[in-house]
């Protein structure tokens, strides 16, 4: 009954920064546990960060700590991904998820957004 949608990928230099937005509609859609997720071409989608619906524990992966934060706003139902000091190797497909409990495991979210690309240029 969730419906997610992101915004806000598109092109950026090496060194930059973007911040990328879900907003999720549909019913008991702030129970959930959301998360960002990314995948490229030939590799597994990769698990970015995730925060419960109280905001309280935040989860990112390791490439990521320190250079993007993960914002949920309850208000508007609105998930948020701050990203910056942006690398190559970050270029891919960033997608939102929701779930019932904080994972890294994509297999453990119901709920999928459709995706938004994130390419960084040298």
């Known amino acids: 009954q969730v419906q997610l949608v992101e915004s806000g990928g598109g092109l950026v230099q090496a060194g930059g920064s973007l911040d990328l937005s879900c907003e999720a509609s549909?019913?008991?859609?702030?129970?959930?546990?959301m998360a960002w997720f990314r995948q490229t071409p030939g590799k597994e989608r990769e698990f970015v960060a995730a925060?419960?619906?109280?905001?309280?524990?935040?989860h990112y992966v390791d490439s990521a700590s320190g250079r993007f934060t993960i914002l949920r706003d309850t208000a508007v139902n609105t998930l948020l991904l701050q990203m910056s000091s942006l690398k190559p190797e970050d270029t891919a497909v960033y997608y939102c998820?929701?779930?019932?409990?904080?994972?890294?495991?994509?297999?453990?979210?119901?709920?999928w957004g459709q995706g938004t690309q994130v390419t960084v240029s040298s």
């Open positions: 998820a929701a779930g019932a409990v904080l994972s890294v495991q994509a297999s453990d979210y119901d709920t």
């Open positions: 549909g019913r008991t859609s702030n129970d959930y546990t």
């Open positions: 925060v419960r619906r109280t905001g309280g524990g935040r």
